[in-house]
């Protein structure tokens, strides 16, 4: 009989250090999933190296309480504090982080790395720790069988597509490196999810638009941030059209910017195929499904999209009916990670502010019970321009 734990290490008001998840499907496979919280390094000093040097020790530290390693590492997250609204400064940090990534991971780790990655410039208000340089958050899996690399996990009866995030860059038929398309979003947002998923994915088998289950969405504002709300709702259009009747759950959501610094868009999809089934909640808001579960013998995995607003308690509650509405107990019970997100404001003081306030209602809907894994950030804009906060949500439960 399918079967799920969670066990939840070292929780606190806000957030667990480590979210593990141990899933018996009734096949008998075991998977075993870790996940720690978003990670910092600022026990060291405020510089690209020696912060990175902190967050490998916390996140293998993270990692430990789950008894994995990054061996065992298929997802990461690098989510970069912006140094300024010039394009060339953000070149700078990315080639500087980019040179100690690989190697410091390497040198510290002691393993390859076969993981994804996503990388953004968030905002210049950072992370609630107002020095961390960058936050990264990873996902591990284990089990018996199972085997990971380029972008995806396979189960043996069936496979989890994760690519790493992309955007319109591209090597043409001449060899030349192409950065951007010019100002139409909707050209660039469409040739990203035709040419460099619909395509290549077709090469697994994948049918990008049936077997997609969420897809994340960077636009980036900084070159023009007085288009910030035409770009997201032209990038909604592109999603309706493009997924019709089979619209995935997911989250948009504007950065300063992407790696692709003359790029304004940045899609990643989750896509799966084989002894597998999505459902999807039938309801659309905001431009995705509600909520999309990912089913296979006895255990849903539910993606709820994000859910914005002025209130975190409210917004948990919810994603709460979500979970509920997909066959699951409830966020206390089968929550394995929340994404939050703050909508920073004009000034530092009040951005603050909105972290602290939307802490206290984070932590009071979680009063007497552990917390999910999290990760949090500022960001220009999240799904809806009266937004000031929001989150999305992973569950697992058997059902």
Request: net charge negative; proline share 4%.
């Amino acid at each position: 009989m399918a079967s799920v734990n969670i066990i939840r290490h070292k929780p606190i008001p806000i957030f667990c250090s480590t979210a593990e998840v141990v899933m018996t499907y009734n096949d008998d496979q075991v998977v075993r999933l870790v996940e720690p919280s978003g990670n910092v390094g600022t026990q060291y000093p405020n510089e690209l190296g020696s912060e990175w040097f902190g967050t490998l020790e916390n996140l293998n530290l993270g990692l430990a309480r789950g008894g994995a390693n990054w061996g065992d590492v298929y997802k990461t997250d690098v989510l970069w504090t912006t140094p300024s609204d010039s394009r060339d400064d953000c070149e700078v940090y990315r080639d500087a982080f980019n040179a100690v990534y690989g190697p410091m991971i390497d040198a510290v780790t002691g393993c390859e790395l076969k993981s994804n990655r996503m990388a953004r410039f968030t905002h210049g208000e950072g992370f609630p720790d107002p020095v961390a340089l960058f936050e990264v958050e990873i996902k591990a899996v284990m089990g018996e069988d199972i085997s990971f690399g380029d972008g995806k996990i396979e189960y043996g009866a069936w496979t989890d597509h994760q690519p790493s995030g992309a955007s319109v860059m591209h090597t043409d038929a001449g060899g030349n490196t192409v950065t951007t398309l010019g100002d139409d979003l909707k050209k660039e947002m469409e040739f990203v999810l035709v040419e460099q998923y619909e395509k290549k994915l077709a090469a697994d088998n994948v049918d990008f638009k049936t077997q997609t289950a969420h897809l994340e969405v960077l636009v980036a504002i900084d070159d023009n941030p007085s288009a910030t709300w035409t770009r997201i709702e032209s990038v909604r259009e592109v999603i309706a059209d493009y997924f019709g009747d089979h619209r995935p759950a997911g989250r948009i959501y504007a950065v300063s910017r992407i790696p692709n610094l003359d790029g304004i868009v940045e899609p990643q999809p989750r896509c799966v195929t084989g002894d597998v089934t999505i459902d999807r909640s039938g309801e659309i808001v905001d431009g995705f499904s509600t909520w999309t579960a990912i089913r296979r013998q006895g255990i849903s995995e539910v993606l709820v999209s994000g859910v914005g607003g002025d209130d975190a308690d409210a917004i948990l509650n919810t994603i709460d009916g979500h979970i509920v509405a997909a066959g699951g107990a409830g966020l206390k019970e089968n929550g394995v990670f929340n994404n939050a997100y703050i909508v920073a404001a004009e000034s530092s003081e009040v951005s603050r502010d909105r972290l602290t306030t939307f802490n206290e209602q984070f932590s009071g809907y979680y009063t007497g019970v552990a917390p999910s894994g999290r990760t949090a950030q500022f960001i220009p804009g999240f799904m809806r321009e009266d937004h000031i906060c929001g989150i999305s949500n992973r569950s697992i439960f058997a059902g």
